[in-house]
């Protein structure tokens, strides 16, 4: 199939289905006319994709991640050294999380100490 057509079946654009190419990710075959032809298992390999992005992994770790995918949604087979990436990937999702917290708890601070001029016209 072509690139229209996988990008129609899977829901995502030919230029984020170039962009994986790109990075990688899709590798589809090319035509003499230079078209590129994607097989069925690139449907499901679009949607292992956006399944693992939706999990916050980057484009380079769901590349190293891709040859333990079976499934759209996917599964991840024990592969090596696969639980220490996806626990290195969770313990820096949580430190991002910790710096937003305080972040937000200093920014509402500062909501709080604020004085509104508007606020004294209103009343």
Do not use: K, N
């Not at 690139?3 to 994986?20: F, M, N, P, Q």
């Not at 956006?50 to 592969?79: K, N």
Request: glycine share 8%; proline share 5%; aromatic share 4%.
């Amino acid at each position: 199939m072509r690139i229209g057509e996988l990008a129609r079946l899977t829901g995502v654009s030919t230029r984020l289905l170039r962009y994986y190419e790109e990075q990688g990710l899709l590798q589809p075959t090319r035509t003499t006319a230079g078209y590129r032809e994607y097989g069925e298992e690139d449907t499901v390999r679009v949607w292992q994709i956006r399944s693992l992005l939706a999990a916050g992994l980057t484009t380079r770790v769901i590349g190293e991640l891709l040859p333990c995918a079976t499934g759209p949604v996917p599964v991840l087979e024990a592969c090596p050294d696969l639980l220490a990436m996806l626990r290195g990937e969770l313990a820096d999702l949580d430190a991002r999380i910790d710096d937003l917290t305080s972040s937000r708890l200093a920014l509402s601070r500062y909501l709080d100490t604020a004085h509104d001029p508007g606020a004294e016209h209103a009343a």
